[in-house]
């Protein structure tokens, strides 16, 4: 068996094992770190098995320079999604782990029946965490986010049956060599930005992060948005570059009102974890603000803030999380004054902060430097417009932590205990990403960059 099926299906073997032995949460997170141990030794390129001959479909997986980003952040951030859960319940590791493997092979598959299957897939996992394990409004919030999710997958559907019956393959690596029809182009980029999302395709977004448990957010924010991103990249830049190129005034507007709409109503939030919410739907437009400038400086950065914004949002998440077991509410009304009482939180908190507005030495500074840059060769006022949100997230995330840490105290009540060793050592490889990305981006820059599918600009 090769290490790119084991990496593959490891993660399957964990769930099927897990709904059969009771794991607890140290089994369950040693194993979650199988698949990232397995990456660090190494896989090959490319798995291929025939399928279903009859139409050429092809269990086809391959690893490339952009997949393996994406499969270090899925590897990264599942084991943090793990140590997040606050009460241990049989179901949710299988959950977790399935859904591990699923993404594995969406960010591997070469064929496009794979593509769509992996793609349909990790719904169901997130679906049922959101719906058992969220808030007291996790019912709607799973069936809006279900249904927005289902409206996607449909037309994503119905764009690979396009392809197949105008094209007779569903093998990407032939289909590049081809040019579709722009209607098909449409319909994938549309189901892409559904599930980013894409402004104004965001609807299901608010509800779901909120409501979702710490694990659930962590998943939604750091690595399913991500499946959009790699789908725009993937099929986009690798399948559709003409269109994307055409298109792209289109999109980036698009984009830049969404980085603004979700900064500005990150703002005016009371709830620290909707603010986090906007917060992360505003990066993700300013992601794709990167890739639909089509300057291949700006994809790259894209994709490498597409890594940072996994690394950051899972931290933030992580310790609106711990916040959160102390105040009993995720209102910033809950409690002021914490600085005092939960000094180490609060310096925790306020890191992760200064890596989410992008400071310079931290992780989202080099990404985004690289976007505005690529954005400043199309445009330099549309450059200046666009950093201007840099600003906005500094003022709502700090207004977040003068409301709650920094302002005149509240009385003292037992739950107001700092952190303890287990959540700062939990903490400490995030800081470390962080910090390493900052300072020493050039690896992750270096694996990204030879990607052949970039703009040549």
């Avoid at 068996?1 to 490891?10: D, G, I, P, S, Y």
């Avoid at 770190?33 to 092809?58: H, R």
């Avoid at 269990?59 to 499969?71: C, M, P, Q, Y």
């Avoid at 289109?250 to 603004?260: E, H, K, P, Q, R």
Wanted: with cysteine; glycine share 6%; hydrophobic share 60%.
């Amino acid at each position: 068996m090769t290490m790119l099926l084991c990496l593959f299906l490891f993660p399957l073997v964990f769930a099927a094992l897990s709904t059969v032995v009771r794991f607890n949460k140290v089994v369950a997170f040693i194993f979650s770190l199988i698949p990232l141990a397995i990456l660090l030794i190494g896989v090959e390129s490319d798995v291929f098995y025939p399928w279903f001959k009859p139409l050429s479909i092809n269990f086809h997986l391959h690893v490339d320079a952009i997949s393996k980003v994406f499969l270090y952040l899925t590897a990264l951030v599942i084991p943090f999604s793990i140590l997040a859960v606050k009460r241990e319940s049989r179901l949710f590791y299988p959950l977790v782990f399935a859904l591990q493997g699923l993404l594995i092979g969406f960010f591997t598959a070469r064929d496009l029946v794979l593509f769509t299957l992996f793609w349909e897939a990790i719904i169901l996992p997130l679906f049922f965490i959101i719906n058992i394990w969220g808030g007291e409004g996790r019912k709607s919030a799973a069936m809006k986010f279900l249904l927005y999710m289902i409206a996607g997958s449909a037309l994503l559907v119905a764009a690979v049956l396009s392809v197949y019956l105008t094209k007779g393959t569903f093998d990407m690596d032939q289909l590049i060599q081809t040019v579709p029809a722009p209607w098909v182009a449409f319909i994938f980029f549309l189901a892409f930005a559904v599930k980013t999302p894409l402004f104004p395709f965001h609807a299901w977004l608010p509800d779901a992060y909120y409501e979702a448990s710490t694990a659930g957010s962590i998943l939604l924010a750091a690595i399913l948005s991500k499946a959009g991103i790699y789908g725009f990249i993937r099929v986009g830049l690798e399948l559709f570059p003409t269109y994307l190129a055409a298109w792209g005034p289109i999109l980036l507007t698009l984009a830049i009102i969404g980085v603004f709409w979700g900064a500005l109503v990150a703002w005016r939030q009371g709830d620290y974890k909707r603010l986090i919410a906007y917060s992360s739907f505003s990066h993700i437009n300013f992601i794709l603000a990167g890739l639909f400038v089509f300057y291949r400086t700006a994809e790259v950065g894209s994709v490498l803030q597409a890594f940072n914004h996994g690394i950051t949002i899972t931290a933030l998440f992580l310790v609106a999380g711990w916040l959160e077991r102390r105040l009993g509410s995720t209102s910033m009304a809950a409690g002021s004054g914490m600085a005092k009482y939960l000094p180490n939180l609060c310096w925790l908190t306020l890191f992760f902060v200064l890596s989410s507005i992008a400071l310079p030495g931290m992780n989202n500074f080099i990404g985004e430097l690289l976007i505005l840059f690529g954005v400043f060769n199309l445009n330099k006022w549309l450059a200046a417009f666009l950093g201007l949100t840099v600003i906005l997230s500094v003022v709502y995330m700090l207004r977040w932590m003068q409301r709650v840490y920094f302002e005149p105290a509240t009385p003292f009540r037992p739950s107001y205990l700092d952190l303890n060793r287990k959540e700062l050592l939990i903490a400490l490889p995030l800081i470390a990403l962080i910090l390493w990305v900052g300072f020493y981006p050039s690896p992750l820059l270096q694996q990204i960059e030879p990607y052949g599918y970039f703009s040549q600009r």
